[in-house]
């Protein structure tokens, strides 16, 4: 457990913005560092040793313009002993050097070979590569519309550790259109990254070695199917407090948690406006009271502190009628309005964002069924499953390059999982509810209710969905702009690591890696 730590003690933090090191034909070029160094993360806790690129936790923020490629040479320069518990049994890394990275731009439309492949790792100064290294130097095109994005480590077997360790920061791409409709910007528009985790007393960060009360042979390291910490942090501090003008400001929020899932709301009762989801702008804004967020989600907020002057709010965590009362994870962190306002908000909320063509008119292609299971191995440990495939099965979703497809995700594990797949945004079409213990016993899918359309806030592009237990979840999907190998897997990231993740391929009947 960790210290107990006083809440709203510091400021929150901003983020840097990158800047590239130099152009060149191809556009801007950055270099970014991943290594070891300390930060202080509460103002009564020793720095915390992290992994971080750019020496930042979370990274620094990188902002593009749509249609702006730019290059990124991901560099490791960090220990080769990972100071996490590296548990080797699982993901078949046994042979794999301890330490190895690789970086994911998660959410963006992007050529396979730069897009974080989990076996495109390497190590320190490049000594070691993984089997799918292709380059040191990733680029990323930026044609998708306007979007919060972030980069994370993406590791075979070892990401919730690099993750978890500060591997983390946003990229965002902005857009004409987004920049003509006054939205809150500049000072008034920022990201906020929510990770909860747990500290020993000397300000280290604490990962569980093994569950609680290990079997005798369970290996050592073990990996847990969860984790949460107990301590939640925004931007990298524990608790913060912003201190804002009585006003508007725009929120990116993103949760970058390993396991957790947040249900957020304002304990002033006031909305939230969500105008934007993991794609880019909604068709309208949304006024939402309490806002779930899935590890990897992200949602554009804007809150309106106009008639809250002298307040303070709290973000809070609705952690349900059954929660621990010591659970402090209820608290995010806090709003002090006393700034005063320093010129007129002309920003608003427009009633109308922008256009999102349904993908519903496309011609589908294919439906896919695809089973979230949990099952055992040898140790008795469980272990979460795509269609009962392990990562190293062969290839079985392989779209066609252009092509639509339906996957249908029915879940038979006793909880939610959120699924992401690499390349794309997609649209969510609705879940239905079917009653598990029936399908546990003979098979039989049987309905307890209608389709459900998604939430008012879930209507746009969508690179994560919340895929709750005994209900099937469908997604509808457009399969560009390119062909190549990537991943689809759950976000909790002990999941992903053990061994909820597929390679997936989009194929192109002509040619590998052409562009639509
Ligand atoms: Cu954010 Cu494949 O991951
Ligand atoms: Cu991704
Ligand atoms: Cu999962």
């Known amino acids: 457990m960790s210290p107990k730590l006083k809440k709203f003690a510091d400021p929150l933090p901003i983020m840097e913005t990158l800047k590239p090191k130099g152009k060149n034909k191809k556009g801007p070029y950055y270099e970014v560092t991943m290594e070891a160094f300390k930060q202080k993360l509460h103002r009564d806790l020793k720095p ?39 548990d080797r049994s699982i993901h ?23 897009d974080g492949y989990p076996e495109a790792w390497f190590t320190k100064g490049y000594e070691q590569t993984g089997p ?65 985790r747990t500290f020993n007393e000397d300000g280290s960060l604490f990962y569980p070695r ?31 407090y912003l201190e804002v003008e009585p006003r508007k400001y725009r929120f990116r929020l993103l949760n970058a948690s390993n396991t957790r899932s947040y249900e957020l709301y304002l304990d002033s009762g006031q909305p939230f406006y969500q105008i934007g989801t993991d794609g880019g702008l909604l068709r309208k804004p949304v006024k939402v009271e309490k806002l779930a967020l899935e590890p990897a989600e992200r949602a554009d907020l804007i809150i309106d502190f106009s008639k809250y002057d002298g307040d303070t709010i709290l973000l809070k965590n ?55 299971v949990g099952s055992t191995d040898e140790f008795g440990r469980p272990v979460l499953l795509l269609n009962n495939k392990r990562w190293d099965a062969p290839v079985t979703e392989k779209p066609y390059l252009g092509s639509t497809e339906i996957w249908s995700l029915m879940n038979i594990t006793g909880f ?59 997604l509808i999907v ?27 391929t989009v194929e192109d009947p002509k040619r590998n890696d052409k562009q639509e």
């Open 48 to 86: 915390t040793r992290l992994w971080g690129f750019e020496r930042s936790y979370p990274g620094p923020t990188i902002e593009v313009m749509q249609g702006e490629p730019i290059q990124v040479k991901w560099m490791n320069n960090l220990p080769d002993k990972h100071f996490l518990p590296v």
């Open 92 to 114: 078949g890394v046994a042979g794999a050097p301890e330490v190895r990275t690789v970086t994911h731009l998660h959410g963006s439309e992007t050529q396979s070979e730069s």
């Open 132 to 196: 799918f290294f292709k380059r040191k130097v990733y680029e990323y095109p930026n044609r998708q519309r306007g979007a919060t994005l972030w980069y994370h480590d993406h590791a075979m077997g070892i990401t919730r550790l690099n993750n978890y360790a500060g591997l983390a920061g946003m990229y965002i791409i902005r857009d004409r259109h987004e920049k003509s409709l006054n939205l809150p910007k500049a000072e008034y528009e920022m990201p906020l990254v929510i990770q909860d």
């Open 210 to 240: 093994q569950p609680d009360d290990p079997s005798a042979n369970l290996p050592d390291p073990s990996i847990q199917p969860f984790f949460n910490g107990d301590t939640l942090l925004v931007n990298g501090k524990v608790w913060p």
């Open 318 to 372: 609705d952690l349900g009628p059954d929660a621990d009362p010591n659970d402090e994870t209820d608290d995010v962190m806090q709003f002090k309005v006393r700034l005063p306002l320093s010129k007129k908000d002309t920003s608003h909320i427009p009633s109308e964002l922008s256009e999102i063509r349904s993908l519903k008119g496309n011609e589908v292609k294919a439906i896919r069924n695809l089973k979230l």
């Open 416 to 474: 939610a999982h959120p699924i992401h797949i690499h390349l794309i945004q997609f649209q969510i079409l609705d879940r239905r509810p079917f009653d598990l213990d029936t399908y546990n016993t003979n098979g039989k899918i049987e309905f307890t209710g209608p389709a459900v359309p998604p939430k008012a806030n879930e209507k746009g592009w969508k690179d994560t969905v919340a895929a709750p237990s005994g209900q099937i979840t469908r």
């Open 478 to 504: 457009r399969f560009a702009p390119f062909a190549g190998y990537y991943v689809w897997h759950c976000h909790i990231l002990e999941h992903e690591d053990y061994d909820m993740m597929r390679p997936y």
